[in-house]
Nanobody, 116 residues
């Protein structure tokens, strides 16, 4: 079982990135999926969550209106579309499936750097 993130990089303030998290080894459509991020010197924080079907999403206040979480159950992939990026969005972004294993399942992370 694994999660593999991609799509991070360096972007200027106001720019956009789309993160992807590809899953394997479990029935993706049976699990809620989440995106977390961790900035240097800070604790890991929940950014967005999405329900099994994708009908329900929830966002951390600072990203509401700028980030969109979505999923494609046919491709076993969850996405995070990030628009209007700010320097404070700089972090390593992780996808997380809380119920796949006893401790949940984390990806390896992808770095997002917002800087001019």
């Amino acid at each position: 079982v694994q999660l593999v993130e991609s799509g991070g990089g360096l972007v200027q303030p106001g720019g956009s990135l789309r993160l992807s998290c590809a899953s394997s080894g479990f029935t993706f459509s049976h699990y809620t999926m989440n995106w977390f991020r961790q900035a240097p010197g800070k604790e890991r924080e929940l950014v967005a969550s999405i329900s099994l079907s994708g009908a329900w999403q929830n966002y951390e206040d600072s990203v509401k209106g700028r980030f969109t979480i979505s999923r494609d159950n046919a491709k076993n992939t969850v996405y995070l579309q990030m628009n209007g990026l700010k320097p404070e969005d700089t972090a390593v972004y992780y996808c997380f499936a809380p119920d796949v294993t006893a401790r949940g399942l984390w990806g390896q992370g992808t770095q997002v750097t917002v800087s001019s």
